[in-house]
């Protein structure tokens, strides 16, 4: 009962809040383009920014009249989230082995090659907006500070989201392999500046998966029927994936010997996919235990071994 009333009240000043904030806009003029896209356009003037980041772009606009109340709205949605993401936290699915072929041999790309993926399961059911780096900047983010953060969110330190970020703060800090170079970006514009730095270059190509379109559930037979683009092997691929926090960040990592295919799969009724793969032609370092080593019989230091990129996965590489 504590909770929906504290839910319902969050959700009505939230809504109170957004009003005052519309009002205020209206009366400013400065309001414009979000300072992220603004930020990419600078960084990135050969790059258009893929839709699917476009959506996840903050409004928030510091030096106008109106940021007090707008951040006052992105907290309480903070707030809001991770009371019900703290409820749902035993719903929430990962990819694993079940869902079809997620590991799969290098050489094994071909036109022709099939593959069996159930992308429904793939899917982020979990649709968070980034923050704007003025505002995650005032967020500590280390296990060290973690009880600062969970103040400045209204987070209880009890509650099930409290865990969570604390789990992934210690992914975060979690020594690399060797080879391996990796950053948590709490806004955009710290996944641009990461990611050019490692590529060593601003005029990339920069790939967002999606797979929202599908909706038929179940392993699903898939044949590869064109590949659209395939990174030099001499090219740096880093790789963002979505991990678990009370807003959105991304664990970026670029790897050795990685390259990036896109894939256009297809079924026998003519439904079109496209998806990503990420192949890693170095495997030494990892664990002899890994999954991928059992499937498909090969051992570490051998052979390339690809996956798919799951849902809202961004893959940066320089453009060929």
């Given amino acids: 009962m504590r909770l929906a009333f504290l839910m319902e009240f969050l959700f009505s000043m939230a809504l109170l809040l957004c009003l005052m904030a519309c009002q205020a806009e209206m009366k400013d003029s400065s309001t414009s383009m979000p300072l992220a896209l603004s930020y990419w356009n600078h960084k990135l003037p050969t790059t258009p920014i893929p839709t699917l980041l476009l959506a996840r772009l903050s409004s928030l606009q510091p030096n106008t009249s109106s940021y007090p109340n707008q951040v006052r709205i992105v907290l309480a949605k903070l707030i809001v989230y991770s009371y019900t993401a703290s409820e749902n936290m035993g719903n929430h699915s990962t990819t694993s082995v079940s869902s079809g072929t997620i590991f799969f041999l290098q050489k094994n790309i071909g036109i022709g090659s099939n593959f069996s993926v159930d992308m429904v399961d793939w899917k982020n059911t979990e649709t968070l907006n980034f923050i704007p780096a003025v505002l995650a900047n005032e967020i500590p983010f280390s296990t060290k500070n973690l009880s600062v953060s969970l103040n400045k969110l209204h ?7 409290a865990l969570t970020m604390k ?12 080879g391996e170079s990796k950053k948590c970006v709490t806004s955009l514009e710290s996944m641009i500046d990461y990611s050019t730095s490692q590529i060593g ?3 990339v190509n920069v790939f967002v998966v999606n797979v929202s379109m599908v909706t038929k559930s179940g392993l699903q037979q898939y044949s590869l029927a064109s590949i659209p683009f395939e990174s030099k092997p001499t090219s740096r691929v880093v790789a963002c994936h979505t991990i678990r926090y009370a807003y959105l960040v991304y664990l970026c990592h670029q790897i050795k010997d990685t390259r990036i295919y896109k894939l256009s799969l297809k079924t026998d009724e003519g439904n079109v996919a496209e998806m990503l793969s990420l192949c890693h032609e170095d495997t030494s370092q990892w664990s ?20 798919f990129m799951p849902d809202d996965s ?3 590489v320089a453009a060929n």
Wanted: net charge negative.
């Fill in 167 to 178: 789990q992934t703060l210690e992914i975060c800090e979690k020594s690399t392999m060797i």
């Fill in 201 to 203: 270059t601003n005029d």
């Fill in 314 to 316: 961004i893959v940066w």
């Fill in 155 to 161: 987070i209880s330190p009890d509650s099930g989201m």
């Fill in 288 to 307: 002899p235990e890994h999954v991928s080593f059992k499937m498909l019989h090969v051992k570490p230091g051998g052979e390339a071994i690809c996956h």
